[in-house]
């Protein structure tokens, strides 16, 4: 079993449809990373959070610690946000980051 | 603007080649990571350094060493390339991990 599993791991859907994706993680965390991916390779850290939620315009990242699940989600969804998203948790003492495989996000005009 | 900037973003070497990745960052960060991604597996970590002249394997380290001369500049030597090295390639930097974690673009590398 993976330590870190992200579903789904393909998504595809209309723009303007509300968007989520999940993380599920079995490693100890003191924060979790969801990341961006788009074509060509370069990634951008969206968020980093340890608890409760995080919102930065139509993007919406949550954290629940005791169940050890987080959801990226993203409203009114947009081309431009068609992308690989990834999970990341830190493993506790050590500056090592799990990764999940990534969920590829498509949305259709 | 904060920047982690990768050398090379393309590049085809045969195989026995010694290859040289590059990575610069901009932010004064202590921690510097190589990782390769490939389809299916998600990123993986060759190697980290939390300081100058310091270093730790990952989880995948064979075939890899690095070198951290300058805090600023962090490097993946391939001694002799193989063509199960062929992957995309990239460096992140960050103060630790409770704070954000920056990427370079990526390096593309094939080796033939």
């Given at each position: 079993k993976n330590e870190v599993e992200q579903s789904p791991q393909n998504l595809t859907a209309q723009e303007g449809e509300f968007i989520t994706i999940n993380c599920s993680y079995s490693v100890g965390i003191s924060a979790l990373h969801w990341l961006q991916q788009h074509p060509g390779g370069g990634i951008v850290s969206l968020f980093m959070l340890s608890s409760g939620k995080k919102k930065h315009g139509r993007l919406i990242a949550t954290i629940n610690i005791q169940e050890k699940h987080s959801s990226l989600h993203i409203t009114?969804?947009?081309?431009?946000?068609s992308a690989v998203y990834i999970c990341a948790v830190p493993h506790f003492g050590n500056e090592k980051l799990t990764f999940g495989t990534g969920t590829r996000l498509t949305i259709i005009p | 603007d904060v920047k982690v900037t990768q050398s090379s973003r393309y590049l085809v070497k045969r195989t026995g080649e010694k290859v040289f990745l590059e990575c610069v960052q901009d932010?004064?960060?202590?921690n510097m990571f190589w990782y390769r991604q490939d389809p299916g597996l998600g990123l993986r970590l060759i190697y980290f350094s939390y300081d100058v002249k310091m270093k730790e394997k990952g989880d995948i380290p064979e075939g890899y060493s690095v070198s951290r001369e300058k805090k600023e500049r962090f490097s993946l030597i391939l001694e002799s390339a193989s063509t199960n090295q062929t992957s995309m390639y990239l460096c992140a930097s960050a103060t630790d991990f409770g704070n954000t974690i920056y990427f370079g673009e990526g390096s593309w590398l094939t080796v033939v």
């Open positions: 009114a969804s947009h081309p431009r946000d | 932010m004064d960060h202590e």
